[in-house]
């Protein structure tokens, strides 16, 4: 099986890379990244069946073999100084070049790495494929685009996407836990907004898990996920796990806002695709351990 993905020198894309490049010695990955044209990011130099390939998906895509499954894990991710124009050609005209490309390759699957922030301002305790989405922010309209871009070409392109929280893992270095661990070492007050509330999260090997067997499904048209953890940990037993292992001195400053926390529902990926997630204080231990014994080398798909 030839698998594209997208987004390869990223921090997830190079996880499922080297996921998809193991788990079957007949896979082969074409790996899409952004740079000098030839480029092939060092943490994916030591698998063997994969080729990197250099494209702006805002520009278009041009491959000659044939692609029988695209994994798009990339995009423009809402970090300071983007803009919305940002979102708008990397999330969706990129995206909608990559749709095009797939139905012109009769691609089998097309698996659509999508996030939480499709739902925008959340107001039930629980939440699923059916919550309403109410006022999200431009990132999360943009990877909205990109699911109804998808489900637009169902009868001719089978699709799925997935709706991720924060994704953690060695190598990650965005998102408010990975800044709380960051202001722990550096003993720095730590804020936090409604403590009791759970936190959602993912292992970034329990994704790579998911994605494999997204592969390989074969329910028609397009279909939607929403995933998270096992057992959510609230904000305020995070912070204090962290602040423990640290051996921090850092001050948790906490405060209460009008916003509700939910939890998210991984039902639907358990019983369509086998999803088993891990944990949340399982994440949290990998996370801090693989934190404390890092040097700067990812390690990908660690579990």
Known sequence: MRVLVTGANGFLGS????????????????????????????????????????????QGLHVAEPIDVIVHAAGRTPVPGVEVTDFVRNNIIATQNLVEFAVRKQVK????????????????????????????????????????????????LRSIAIRLPLVMGIGMSTGWLYGAYEASKRGEAIRIYNGDSPYNMVHVSDVCD????????????????????????????????????????SPIMEESTATKGFRVSSEKARRLLAFRPKAANEILDFFLEEATLAS??????QK
């Open 296 to 301: 700067g080398a990812m390690t990908p798909c």
């Open 210 to 249: 998911l994605v494999l067997s997204s592969l390989n499904s074969d329910f028609p048209g397009h279909c939607a996920f929403t995933v998270g953890c096992d057992n959510h940990m609230s904000v305020r037993e995070i912070v204090t796990a962290i602040t423990r292992h640290v051996g921090s001195t």
């Open 15 to 58: 996880y499922l890379c080297s996921a998809i490049s193991q788990a079957d010695g007949k896979n082969e990955v074409l790996a899409v990244v952004r740079g000098e044209p030839g480029a092939r990011p060092s943490v994916l130099a030591h698998l063997p069946n994969l080729r990197s390939c250099y494209a702006d998906l805002a």
């Open 109 to 156: 699957v097309f698996v659509y790495l999508s996030a939480l922030s499709v739902y925008g301002r959340v107001e039930s305790m629980v939440v699923d494929e059916s919550t309403p989405m109410t006022d999200p922010t431009p990132y999360g309209i943009t990877k909205y685009i990109g699911e109804l871009l998808l489900k637009d070409k169902q009868d001719v």
